[in-house]
């Protein structure tokens, strides 16, 4: 079935480390690719987004790119900040149903000064 | 940005009560909400989807008659737990979309604590 399979953490990395969390996918079809972040006591905001292969996602300094062939969407930072702490979710929607979401599990990050 | 609320953020009720948790779209008009379950150090289970006017699709596995779901208004979707039991504790978390936007893209709101004791 469709599903998402992220890092697990959590990952505790020193401020202007560079960062990397997995995400792998399975999925019918042609899935969206996004990532998530949750910051404490908030709810979930989009961070970025691919829609297609070789796609190149993009915001606040993170990146991620529509790996069709390794069917991967990892998340990167080349330079962490305190600010950055957060859990972060990778998620796919199908194409043919835009209201089901599939989310990992959750990286949670900790970027100590 | 658009904004989703939820209320309360945190509930404790005593075993075959009933509690009810809100989501509401604060500046955007949301055709369709929906509600996730998230256990501790799993992933986010979409429990259905709420489209207003209309009755909620329930995903597979999901007791329709236990998790109430109502969404009377554009900006208003509210789940009713019926006769919460312990294994009823967990973070709801909804999420709205806006019908404005790309058709993939939901706002998340902060999510409810429920504690059954």
């Known amino acids: 079935g469709d599903s998402v399979t992220q890092m697990e953490g959590p990952v505790t990395l020193s401020e202007e480390a560079f960062l990397t969390i997995n995400c792998t996918y399975t999925?019918?079809?042609?899935?969206?690719l996004f990532w998530y972040v949750q910051y404490p006591g908030e709810g979930l905001q989009l961070l970025l987004k691919?829609?297609?292969?070789?796609d190149k996602g993009s915001n606040k300094g993170f990146e991620a790119t529509y790996r069709k062939e390794t069917t991967s969407f990892h998340l990167e930072k080349g330079s962490v900040q305190v600010s950055d702490s957060a859990v972060y979710f990778c998620?796919?929607?199908?194409?043919?149903?835009?209201?089901?979401?599939?989310f990992g599990s959750g990286t949670k990050l900790n970027v100590k000064p | 940005g658009a904004v989703v609320s939820q209320h309360p953020s945190r509930v404790i009720c005593k075993s075959g009560t009933s509690v009810k948790i809100e989501c509401r779209s604060l500046?955007?008009?949301?055709?369709?909400m929906f509600w996730y379950r998230q256990f501790p150090k799993k992933s986010l289970m979409l429990m259905a989807t709420?489209?207003?006017?209309?009755?909620?699709?329930?995903e597979q596995g999901v007791e329709k008659d236990k998790f109430l779901i109502n969404h009377a208004s554009l900006t208003l979707s509210t789940l009713t737990v019926t006769s919460a039991h312990p294994e009823d504790s967990s973070f709801y978390i909804c999420?709205?979309?806006?019908?404005?936007?790309?058709?993939?893209?939901?706002?998340f709101g902060p999510g409810t604590r429920l504690t059954v004791t």
């Open positions: 999925a019918t079809g042609y899935p969206s």
């Open positions: 691919a829609t297609k292969a070789d």
């Open positions: 709420s489209n207003e006017g209309s009755k909620a699709t329930y």
């Open positions: 998620a796919l929607s199908l194409s043919y149903n835009f209201n089901k979401f599939y």
């Open positions: 500046d955007f008009q949301a055709t369709t």
């Open positions: 999420s709205a979309r806006d019908a404005r936007a790309g058709a993939y893209e939901q706002y």
